[in-house]
């Protein structure tokens, strides 16, 4: 499974409602303003820091870009829209909006 | 045009570039100074993102609003607030956010003015109207 999510974790609990519902192995997408729960050290950031260490966990670059954000929680992957389109391709995708 | 007296206020509390919140935000805060009314502008909550240096909007194909928020001393809008707790769940340093605008004298680059929830309550309750984003 993919999973998208593109709110923002301060705003919504989209993210930890797709966390409950995530199982090991699948992959979670940060997308628009879902690229926020990338970022370290926030008061949010202890959520993909838990979940990267058993699922690939990845963030959009031009969303991250547009964003500011630089300082990432460690092991989250960067992804083009390229590869979101690859990711598309393997998985059946849920979007958590 | 004639200061009306009246107090107003914009309060920003959305994400920036994931809705068109913000963006809007903007618009009325040039039109707001247009009218030369004693505007108070709060970045709280989200809000506080749009504040983060180093924003590059290219690659999403949209202009972006950060050279008009670095222009609002220029409109004339200089009480520019942003609230502390917001920056700090965000791990925005408060010396690290974008500056509103250039001192005319010293050069020196002016920052929206770090407040505490109480003090932004206070200006809150002391406005005419608020718009709220």
Not at chain 2, 42 to 48: A, K
Not at chain 2, 117 to 127: D, G, L, N
Request: glycine share 6%; aromatic share 6%.
């Amino acid at each position: 499974m993919l999973h998208t999510v593109n709110k923002s974790p301060f705003q919504n609990s989209s993210l930890e409602d797709c966390l409950r519902v995530a199982q090991k192995g699948d992959v979670i997408l940060l997308l628009e303003d879902g690229v926020y729960a990338a970022s370290a050290g926030t008061a949010k950031s202890s959520l993909i820091e838990k979940v990267v260490k058993q699922n690939a966990v990845y963030a959009i670059e031009a969303d991250l870009k547009a964003r500011g954000l630089g300082n990432l929680i460690k092991d989250v992957g960067i992804a083009s829209y390229g590869d979101f389109v690859d990711l598309v391709e393997k998985h059946t995708a849920h979007a958590w909006l | 045009m004639a200061a009306t007296g009246k107090k107003v206020m914009v309060t920003v509390r959305r994400a920036p570039h994931g809705s068109i919140y913000v963006q809007e935000s903007v618009e009325v805060m040039f039109i707001f100074a247009t009218y030369d009314m004693d505007l108070s502008v709060v970045f709280l909550d989200d809000g506080v993102l749009a504040l983060q240096k180093g924003q590059d909007t290219k690659g999403l194909g949209i202009k972006g609003f950060m050279a008009s928020l670095g222009a609002l001393v220029d409109w004339e809008v200089t009480n520019v607030y942003v609230d502390r707790q917001s920056l700090k769940d965000r791990n925005i340093a408060e010396d690290a956010i974008i500056s509103i605008g250039k001192d005319d004298d010293t050069d020196a680059p002016i920052r929206p003015k770090v407040l505490d929830s109480a003090e932004i309550a206070k200006m809150m309750a002391a406005q005419h109207a608020i718009a709220s984003f």
